[in-house]
């Protein structure tokens, strides 16, 4: 079966790094992407990862390895409006995309 | 870019009348739109996926009779939530997918801000 880990909830405090990972079984790979979704909003596109290595955008890197079938998402000097939830999804075979169940990010004072 | 808009944003209505929900591609042409429904703490459960002129494919268990969805133009999908109930009751989002190469870096979904759907 197609299978999306990532942890359920993670603390960090502002101004400090965070990696929230993510591990993936599916069937195929056409990419790994990373959403993030404040409460009661809809999620919004952070970043896609296809070759392997290290893709930097500001303050959110993400990272990937394909034969590892591992991704990381780093924040760096976390701000409060930081706090959400972050979901890792994949594209499969047939570029259907399998979702993660999300990592909860609480950021504290 | 790639800005999708959802209406209405927040509907209230009662058991067993019929909802629609409509979203909107505003700046490009979508040809995939796809409809997802999320309860309070999990993830995107996705419902269907719609293509532009063609009948939708839904997801196992997503009754489609019950959840009626039209895509007849490149930039308009709707969902009609027909005789609702209160386990009905859920957050629906719509993403629309960036056209270009399958898989590439623009084949992202963009996402439609939501309708919470409460039914008494």
């Known amino acids: 079966g197609q299978n999306i880990d990532q942890p359920t909830e993670m603390t960090a405090t502002e101004g400090a790094i965070v990696q929230i990972n993510c591990t993936y079984q599916t069937s195929g790979f056409n990419g790994l992407f990373w959403y993030q979704q404040h409460a009661g909003e809809a999620p919004t596109f952070l970043s896609y990862?296809?070759l392997d290595g290290l893709e930097e955008k500001g303050r959110f890197s993400s990272f990937l390895s394909r034969s590892k079938g591992y991704s990381y998402l780093l924040l760096k000097e976390l701000q409060m409006k930081d706090s959400a939830s972050y979901l890792c999804a994949v594209s499969d075979s047939n570029y259907q995309l399998i979702w993660g169940a999300g990592t909860k990010l609480i950021i504290k004072p | 870019g790639a800005v999708v808009s959802q209406h209405p944003s927040r509907v209230i209505c009662k058991s067993g009348t019929s909802v629609k929900i409509e979203c909107r591609s505003l700046d490009f042409q979508a040809t995939t739109m796809f409809w997802y429904r999320q309860f309070p703490k999990q993830s995107l459960m996705l419902m269907a996926t719609?293509?532009?002129?063609?009948?939708?494919?839904?997801e196992q268990g997503v009754e489609k009779d019950k959840f009626l969805i039209n895509h007849a133009s490149l930039t308009l999908s709707t969902l009609t939530v027909t005789s609702a109930h209160p386990e009905d009751s859920s957050f629906y989002i719509c993403?629309?997918?960036?056209?270009?190469?399958?898989?590439?870096?623009?084949?992202?979904?963009?996402f439609g801000p939501g309708t919470r759907l409460t039914v008494l």
């Open positions: 993403s629309a997918r960036v056209g270009g190469l399958a898989g590439g870096p623009t084949d992202t979904q963009y």
């Open positions: 719609s293509n532009e002129g063609s009948k939708a494919t839904y």
């Open positions: 990862n296809v």
